[in-house]
């Protein structure tokens, strides 16, 4: 494990820089070959994304337009509270266009239901949904992913863009932070 002052928070590794890499870059082929003939949007959900979204749209290498989107549910806990905001709109119109929504993790589901539903709203011809982590057993809305990185316990995770309020997104990995950390 390389040197940080944050592993000291960190009960166990579930996937490693290598993991990681190696499933991105699948990823990204999928995406490439599914595309390939298309002009597709990638649209990432903020602030979750942006470190799996800078690594998916480098391994897909399709011609393709990167956009942004913000929304809050969580308000700095660790369960949803069902109830989604836009907190940063597009700044593009999306008529027309086939949308590839960039998540870091699908928990309750609440976030990409909500945000499937606006996509099409705002006239998307298309949306595929891309996560890097799926927590099928926390599903509370009826979404499923159409490509998905790995599926993770039901465990808080932490690392590669997921944060506990706002810290551990510069992480390399993804672990599972100790318990007493929480109650701090
Ligand atoms: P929902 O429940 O709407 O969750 O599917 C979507 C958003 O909630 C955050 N989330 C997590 N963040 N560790 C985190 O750091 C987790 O285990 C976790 N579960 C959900 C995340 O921002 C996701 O976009
Ligand atoms: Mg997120």
Redesign the pocket.
């Known amino acids: 494990m390389a040197k940080s002052n944050m592993n000291q928070d960190i009960l166990k590794v579930l996937l490693s820089e290598e993991q990681l890499h190696q499933r991105i870059q699948e990823m990204g082929d999928e995406l490439f070959e599914k595309f390939r003939d298309k002009d597709p949007m990638f649209v990432g ?1 903020l ?3 942006f470190v799996f979204m800078a690594d998916l749209v480098r391994a897909a290498q399709l011609k393709s337009e990167v956009e942004f989107i913000s ?1 809050s ?2 308000k700095n806990a ?1 369960k ?1 509270s069902g109830v ?1 905001e836009i907190t940063r709109d597009l700044q593009r119109d999306i008529t027309g266009r086939d949308i590839i929504v960039v ?11 909500f945000l499937r539903n606006y996509l099409l709203a705002k006239g998307a011809r298309s949306i595929t949904v891309v996560t890097l ?1 799926d ?1 099928p057993s ?1 599903r ?2 009826p979404i499923v992913a159409d490509l998905s990185g790995f599926e ?1 316990p039901d ?4 690392g590669f863009g ?3 309020c706002q810290q ?1 997104r510069n992480m390399p990995y993804i672990g599972v932070l100790k318990p007493e950390v929480y109650s701090k």
């Open positions: 959900v602030n979750g994304c929304v549910s969580y660790t949803s989604v998540e870091d993790i699908l928990d309750s589901g609440n976030t990409l239901y982590l927590k926390r509370e809305k993770v465990e808080f995770v932490v997921l944060d506990y551990y």
